[in-house]
């Protein structure tokens, strides 16, 4: 009889941007004995520091953070490039007698890693498709079978120019997950998942409370810097066409460095993006229907969300 491994457990923290993942991960980290392993699609990247929100060495803390700052900008990186190395390092983290926490926003990631889920089913954005249908209805199906032959050559060959349906729903999927689509077929097939996982979604109950900490962190990112940042990118990388420049935060200041939007326009329409990057979050996660809920509104002091973040994830360490 073959004997089954024990799966990893890993506590993921997640959420949308400015809800206070970063703060509470590393106080829970602090109290259970764990390591952080980063589940942010920007954050991978090196020179990005404060457009991504990536946590200083004094917020983190001491606490171990892994899979920040690692890989150059104008280097393509997938989600099944993320799934692996994760996997390593959570090995390694486990090896040592830690427990794991995985912390972030992106959703595709943590689905991808925690439930194995295949990336067929992972690969849908309403908002990105429906930017596609719209530059077909504005400018044919030509630019479009290009972009995809640019992509995915392979894949192209497999889709006649003129099936409109098919050449979007192969940028979609090359999009989202980073993927050549003519790869899914190879992804399609479901593993089971060597990880139990449980996530904890942190939050807010009113919208607007969220919306006010997401313009005041992009204050912040201006006054620590990120026109400065942004400027090096822009110089360094040209105009923006790597997946890392989809990062907020930078491609909304490459108008201004053109000369096309004043400093304050590009400051607002951050903040917009921001705020609207945040909704896309909530959507993805509430698909999660194991998922915990935290609303940090709903304590009256820090130390009680903080006390009840731990019980669930003390709970899911000793069960």
């Given at each position: 009889m073959t004997e089954v491994q024990e799966k990893i457990k890993v506590f993921a923290v997640c959420g949308p941007t400015a809800s206070g993942k970063t703060s509470l991960s590393v106080t829970l980290a602090k109290k259970l004995h764990a390591e952080v392993v980063s589940c942010d699609s920007m954050q991978i990247y090196r020179g990005m520091e404060i457009g991504t929100a990536k946590p200083t060495a004094d917020e983190m803390q001491g606490v171990p953070h892994h899979l920040m700052g690692f890989q150059d900008p104008a280097e393509p990186f997938s989600v099944s490039d993320y799934v692996a190395l994760a996997g390593k390092v959570i090995e390694d983290i486990r090896a040592r007698g830690k427990n794991v926490l995985l912390v972030g926003g992106t959703g595709l990631y943590a689905r991808s890693l925690l439930k194995a889920v295949p990336f067929t089913e992972n690969s849908r954005d309403d908002e990105i498709r429906g930017n596609l249908e719209a530059e077909f209805a504005a400018d044919g199906i030509e630019p479009l079978y290009a972009r995809l032959k640019e992509l995915d050559p392979e894949g192209a060959e497999g889709i006649h120019p003129n099936n409109m349906r098919r050449v979007i729903r192969a940028l979609e999927y090359c999009m989202v997950t980073g993927e050549p689509f003519s790869k899914q077929a190879k992804d399609s097939k479901a593993v089971e998942s060597p990880y139990d996982g449980k996530m904890l979604v942190l939050s807010f109950r009113d919208r607007e409370t969220l919306y006010g900490r997401i313009n005041l962190r992009v204050e912040q990112m201006f006054a620590d810097g990120l026109l400065k940042e942004a400027e090096d990118y822009f110089k360094r990388y040209g105009t923006p066409g790597q997946t890392s420049v989809q990062a907020i935060g930078y491609k909304e200041l490459f108008p201004y460095f053109e000369g096309q939007c004043s400093l304050d326009e590009a400051k607002e329409n951050i903040k917009r993006e921001t705020r609207r990057y945040a909704k896309?979050?909530?959507?993805?996660?509430?698909?999660?229907?194991?998922?915990?809920?935290?609303?940090?509104?709903?304590?009256?002091a820090p130390a009680d969300l903080i006390s009840a973040a731990e019980d669930i994830a003390r709970a899911h360490f000793e069960d």
């Open positions: 896309r979050q909530l959507t993805w996660f509430r698909r999660e229907e194991d998922a915990v809920w935290l609303f940090a509104d709903d304590f009256d």
